[in-house]
């Protein structure tokens, strides 16, 4: 069987890649959460019923958790978009044997079916279907109606595949779904649109009747065959391999030209965000950061005066780009490292344009943030003074932790849920960031004049600001150190 | 110009390149040559400091490479991809050197004037990423902006692979122009011996990381490098 062949490739793919063990570990780990949160799920599914049941007070549980379906089905459709990657083999040294390009696209998509999200549905639904519609309605019902789910998850799969190819890479495709989705929660719930009232019938039709289950198994088979024909079309190297070619984005952006060398650095900086997918999901990642607050401001009460929850937002909020895109700082520019080295302009000046941009990017987030002032004066205090140590402090510290062992990134590579370039070093870099802050805090605290723990926290983060051209020009020695090993790493992986 | 001491490489055990002495005065045409694995690359790589030397000195104009950035500023260079941004398109990348090195949009104008050739139409006003480019397009990219700031040194390593014919014959001709009409220092590398021998008044042949043969002057032919090579 040719399939198998293509299969065991796959996996000398795996075992004999460079990076194998970086892989393997990543992988291990990877597995591991994705074990924990199966785990989560699965305790979450068997509570269903009785959570329903005796926390919202609603008795008729399978006509409620119908009318919630469609947003669970929504909310899938994100997290598939995000994270579901799509397939992404290298068709080409096949394409050229005698291989119907048929078996190919049929072994492409049938493997891409093998991901965690085709598993949710099932860990998350078949507990309640057998232990309530099961009891309740008879074990047919529950067999109808687990189906119905299973094959409407599996057909938006294939759905996402096609829309992924289609629309992926448009920032607009992603804002859209976003905004539709907030937008009919909004209207269900102020009742102007009843999405969950029109599409509760099609659920609870599903446990008496077998048309809602035929319906969406032919739906599962349309979206295949759509998703079969699209990639059997576009089954040629320049159109599996690389997507968009021809638009150039960030082409008419703000430019910082007028500031020299530093300013034009970190124009480059800013087009290689918009122009790849990992730092631009940071960028959105950032965005949605900023909301974070709105999951914790509500039960906050200014009167409790500067609690400890306070300074993991404020670091949070105003530093999760520093982080997130810092722990990565130099690797960014890996694919050129070595003309970075030759280039008229010094490594001073480098390390110059990485620290306006981490702090020009704190700082935005830090404006967006004020309008959280109206959960307290405290508030705006507490994320000043997170910001100044962002800047300060955190901003050097994970400039100088990107200089240990980076990995080469290769950006053109899709998938939007990459692995590539993480080490150990990436994964410890974020604690001591939330670490400084919380020792500072805590002696204060301990003595119950914790808005002093603040103050001081705001006031190192100035002092730190007020030196920062010393500290800079000790991160760039540190950085003409080491730059031999960290091309030398950029170079051959 | 560029002067080389006990110039040392090593990897673990293996020495990789190991030069007493070499010195290159300003204005020479320089070509190097040996076979896969000979150390020319890494021999480039010490001169930009790109690799940290076991040993010795690289200096340029007087000064250690390792130590100050000046050299950066009239030195121009092209080794590998390494060397591009792939993710703009050539006129950007253009730009950004321009606004780099302090040129005025005339200077950029002059420049790609001299490569309309080369270009053949292909670079300039493409709405195309460098990395989207054909190998050999990518290389005249390169080509252009090692050579853009009009520096008084540049190192191209393997300019002519990839090349087509003609635009093989058009580079060399630029390369030419541009030591008539200034007085450039080029280090060139190539497998090429009849484009190396053609453009270059002194090749330098490097085997297993070692100077073996320095010839300039009349006695340096084709015949006398190829001689080597048969051997």
């Known amino acids: 069987m040719i399939v198998f062949k293509l299969l065991y490739h796959e996996l000398l793919n795996g075992f004999r890649s460079s990076s194998f063990q970086r892989n393997a570990v990543v992988s291990i780990l990877m597995g591991f959460f994705i074990f924990l949160m199966f785990l989560y799920l699965l305790s979450a599914a068997f509570a269903l019923d009785y959570v329903i049941r005796n926390f919202l007070e609603i008795d008729d549980t399978i006509s409620f958790l119908n009318s919630f379906l469609i947003y669970y089905f929504l909310l899938e459709i994100m997290m598939r978009y995000f994270f579901q990657s799509t397939p992404n083999t290298e068709p080409s040294p096949y394409l050229i044997h005698p291989i119907h390009k048929s078996t190919i696209v049929h072994y492409l998509l049938g493997r891409s079916f093998f991901t965690p999200f085709n598993g949710v549905v099932i860990v998350l639904f078949a507990p309640f279907a057998f232990r309530t519609i099961g009891i309740e309605m008879g074990v047919d019902s529950a067999w109808m109606w687990l189906l119905t789910l299973i094959t409407l998850s599996w057909a938006l799969h294939f759905f996402t595949l096609w829309f992924k190819r289609t629309y992926g890479n448009s920032l607009w495709a992603i804002l859209f779904i976003i905004v539709l989705t907030l937008a009919l929660a909004g209207t269900d719930y102020f009742g102007w649109v009843q999405l969950s009232v029109w599409t509760a019938p099609f659920f609870n039709l599903a446990t008496v009747a077998v048309l809602p289950v035929t319906l969406s198994i032919f739906s599962l088979i349309a979206l295949y065959l759509l998703c079969y024909n699209f990639h059997k079309k576009h089954c040629y190297t320049d159109d599996l391999g690389s997507g968009e070619s021809s638009k150039i984005a960030g082409q008419h952006l703000i430019s910082f030209s007028r500031f020299g060398v530093i300013g034009n650095l970190i124009d480059l900086e800013l087009k290689l965000m918009l122009r790849h997918k990992r730092p631009r999901n940071i960028l959105i990642l950032t965005a949605i950061f900023l909301l974070y607050g709105l999951l914790f401001y509500p039960d906050y009460n200014p009167e409790d005066g500067f609690v400890f929850i306070l300074i993991f937002l404020g670091i949070f909020i105003t530093g999760i780009f520093i982080m997130n895109y810092g722990q990565f700082l130099f690797s960014w520019n890996s694919a050129y490292f070595d003309y970075y080295l030759t280039a008229p302009f010094s490594m001073q000046q480098y390390v110059i344009s990485k620290y306006y941009l981490l702090s020009g990017v704190s700082l935005i987030c830090f404006l967006l943030a004020i309008p959280y002032a109206y959960f307290g004066y405290t508030v705006i205090i507490a994320n000043t003074a997170m910001f100044l140590y962002n800047v300060g402090v955190n901003s050097i510290l994970i400039m100088n932790m990107a200089m240990w062992g980076p990995k080469k990134l290769d950006l053109t590579r899709k998938s939007a849920f990459s692995m590539d370039g993480v080490g150990a070093a990436q994964w410890l870099m974020g604690f001591p960031a939330f670490l400084g802050p919380i020792l500072i805090y805590a002696p204060f605290a301990i003595l119950g004049i914790s808005y002093v723990g603040f103050l001081v926290i705001g006031f190192i983060g100035l002092i730190a600001i007020a030196f920062r051209n010393p500290l800079l020009e000790w991160t760039a020695r540190r950085l003409q150190v080491k730059k031999y090993q960290i091309a030398s790493a950029f170079r051959n992986e | ?164 014919p003609s635009s093989q014959i058009r580079l060399k001709k630029l390369i030419k122009d541009e030591i008539q009409t200034r007085n450039v220092t080029f280090l060139i590398s190539s497998h090429d011996l009849n484009h190396v021998t053609e453009i270059c008044e002194r090749i330098v042949i490097l085997e297993k990381g070692k100077v073996v043969k320095d010839i300039s002057g009349d006695e340096m032919t084709l015949s006398a490098v190829e001689e080597y090579f048969k051997a």
Not at chain 2, 7 to 31: A, E, N
Not at chain 2, 84 to 99: A, I, N, Q, R, V
Not at chain 2, 106 to 131: M, P, Q
């Open chain 2, 1 to 164: 110009m560029i002067q080389i001491a006990n110039l040392q490489k090593k990897y673990g055990q293996d020495t990789v390149l190991d030069i007493d002495s070499l010195s290159i005065p300003q204005g020479q045409c320089f070509g190097l040559v040996g076979n896969n694995g000979a150390g020319k690359t890494t021999l480039f790589r010490l001169i930009l400091d790109l690799i940290r030397p076991s040993n010795g000195t690289v200096i340029i104009n007087g000064k250690n490479v390792q130590e100050t950035d000046e050299w950066k500023s009239y030195t121009g260079s092209y080794l590998d991809e390494q060397f591009l941004l792939g993710f703009l398109t050539p006129d950007e990348y253009f730009k950004f050197l321009t606004s780099i090195y302090s040129l005025s949009e005339e200077d950029l104008k002059t420049h790609l004037k001299s490569f309309k050739e080369l270009f053949n139409d292909e670079i300039v006003g493409k709405n195309k990423y460098i990395r989207d480019l054909s190998k050999g397009n990518i290389k005249k990219v390169g080509i252009a902006t090692a050579m853009l700031a009009k520096p008084d040194i540049i190192l191209l390593d393997e300019p002519f692979e990839n090349l087509d």
